[in-house]
């Protein structure tokens, strides 16, 4: 009966590097999404994977970020060249369908030096 | 374009008392969804409920109430003879199909920080 689990908890890094974020949902569920939250503020959606494809991208704001899912369960949030920027809480959350409620993660906190 | 308004930034209200959290929204779909959830300290988000445009009707769960109103596009959330424990941030959230991407994008609110006080 596990939840959406995300590794790690937390992330620093310094400016320029490349990390990766990773979720695991809950099992059996074929819609997976990722956020960011800034503090303060409301979780601003990324992209969402209906099982191992991208179904909306639209919100990564630039191509150093990037995402897979290449089995239709675990995915990896990958972030080229950090910024400073960058730093927030990534939340990740998984659903049965799209339009269902959506479980979330206890997020990674990124913090980029 | 998807909009959410949460009005309230902060609340602050003694033990027992009623308080409501207001919630606007803004949508061109006809079909879209509504929800509802919880921010705790401890920082994972909480999913307390989920309304589709075509329900309007009201709903309570213990101390938890909903107000859908389609006429003035609010969704609002009262929490009954509140407890400490209700302290929170609270955010409210809408799906739709717009784009034709099937509901999947979660638009949110700001949140409204509630502190509840003994």
């Known amino acids: 009966g596990a939840g959406v689990s995300q590794t790690p908890s937390n992330k620093v890094t310094e400016k320029g590097k490349y990390v990766e974020l990773r979720c695991d949902p809950i099992?059996?569920?074929?819609?997976l999404y990722w956020y960011r939250q800034s503090l303060g503020q409301g979780p601003e959606f990324l992209i969402y994977?209906?099982?191992?494809?991208?179904?909306?991208d639209s919100g990564l704001p630039n191509d150093r970020f990037f995402a897979v899912r290449p089995e239709g369960s675990v995915s990896t949030l990958k972030i080229q060249r950090t910024e400073r920027g960058d730093s927030a809480v990534y939340l990740c959350?998984?659903?049965?369908?799209?339009?269902?409620?959506?479980?979330f993660g206890p997020g990674t906190r990124l913090t980029v030096l | 374009a998807q909009k959410v308004t949460q009005a309230q930034t902060e609340i602050s209200v003694v033990e027992k008392e009623d308080v409501t959290l207001d919630c606007v929204y803004e949508?061109?779909?006809?079909?879209?969804?509504l929800f509802w959830y919880k921010q705790p300290p401890s920082g994972e988000l909480v999913f307390l409920i989920r309304?589709?445009?075509?329900?309007?009707q009201n709903e309570i769960s213990g101390r938890y109430s909903w107000n859908f109103q389609k006429s003035t596009s609010s969704f609002n959330f009262t929490i009954t003879a509140s407890q400490v424990v209700d302290s929170a941030v609270y955010f409210c959230?809408?799906?739709?199909?717009?784009?034709?991407?099937?509901?999947?994008?979660?638009?949110f609110g700001q949140g409204t920080i509630l502190t509840v006080h003994p």
């Open positions: 959350a998984s659903s049965a369908l799209a339009q269902d409620e959506q479980f």
């Open positions: 099992s059996g569920h074929t819609a």
């Open positions: 994977f209906q099982g191992t494809g991208a179904a909306d």
């Open positions: 949508t061109r779909d006809t079909t879209y969804y």
């Open positions: 309304r589709n445009s075509f329900d309007e």
């Open positions: 959230a809408l799906s739709d199909n717009a784009g034709g991407t099937s509901y999947g994008k979660l638009t």
